[in-house]
């Protein structure tokens, strides 16, 4: 059994980690480790731990975050971030994959970005910055193989278009799953279809067209306590009830369909607020 730990990096209220117009970059990470470990989901012998909080209220401190790795014995360790020069939108773009420097003396490490780097990229369609090395917190003080992906630049005028597509972050997701798959020679399980994201029939979740609807579907979350689908992700029926926000309804499958999708984010966001079940 191989033990996979996976870290999507910060937390909702994290100080600074935003996009220029406010994103959390956690959330970008969240999209990205949920659809990964969907994914690996579908090999045999494969064992999955977050060591962030899924619900993204807490900022797990990244001491927490090794320790727990490290006590659980994981085989490996992966990091979820996005990037970001500053405060301002800019034109640098692109992928880079870190391992512990230096990476020679880390060639599991390597080994494992070398499995996973190239795919994220393909995955994003944005510029290959390579594999390098680094002395960051999840990477030195992991007893295992770790990589940390930063997936794309939040304040990119281009990569952040990527990173508002919730099928894109999939990708990335998917990419890393499959990197991880190869670097293991993981075997996919019969009946697995790994190209749908296993979502589970719920009595009320919430739909979302893009990344930049999250953060008011996230309020509405956790006030219903309902998860949170990409509409791309879904096919067929889901939920009993379906509380659109911020995309079409159309070919949306429930008995109850409720849209509080606005004319921009704005609308959306007061429909939201005012919505009472
Ligand atoms: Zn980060």
Redesign the pocket.
């Known amino acids: 059994m191989k033990k996979v730990a996976w870290s999507a990096?910060?937390g909702i209220n994290t100080a600074g980690?935003r996009s220029p117009i406010g994103e959390r970059?956690w959330s970008f990470?969240n999209s990205v480790v949920i659809a990964g470990m969907a994914f690996l989901a579908n090999y045999d012998g494969v064992q999955q731990l977050r060591v962030d909080d899924p619900s993204g209220k807490t900022d797990i401190p990244l001491v927490n975050r090794t320790n727990q790795a490290n006590a659980w014995k994981a085989d490996i360790y992966v990091s979820s971030?996005?990037n970001a020069i500053g405060d301002e939108w800019g034109n640098h773009s692109g992928v880079e994959t870190f391992v512990m420097e230096p990476a020679s003396n880390n060639p599991l490490s390597l080994k494992l970005a070398n499995h996973i780097h190239p795919k994220v990229v393909n995955a994003m369609q944005i510029r290959d910055r390579g594999v390098k090395s680094a002395n960051f917190h999840e990477l030195r003080e992991t007893k295992m193989p770790a990589v940390l992906v930063e997936g794309g630049f939040m304040d990119s005028r281009t990569d952040s278009i990527k990173m508002q597509d919730a099928k894109v972050l999939i990708a990335q997701g998917e990419a890393i799953a499959k990197g991880i798959a190869d670097y293991f020679e993981l075997k996919i399980k019969p009946d697995s279809k790994p190209d749908v994201m296993d979502v589970k029939m719920v009595e009320r979740a919430i739909v979302i067209g893009s990344l930049s609807d999250y953060p008011a579907a996230e309020i509405l979350s956790i006030r219903l306590k309902a998860p949170i689908y990409p509409r791309h992700a879904i096919t067929g029926k889901v939920a009993s009830e379906l509380i659109v926000v911020g995309a079409s309804v159309n070919g949306l499958i429930a008995d109850k369909l409720t849209k509080l999708s606005g004319s921009n984010r704005f609308e959306t966001a007061a429909n939201v607020a005012k919505y009472r079940i």
């Open positions: 990096g910060h980690k970059e990470n971030h996005h």
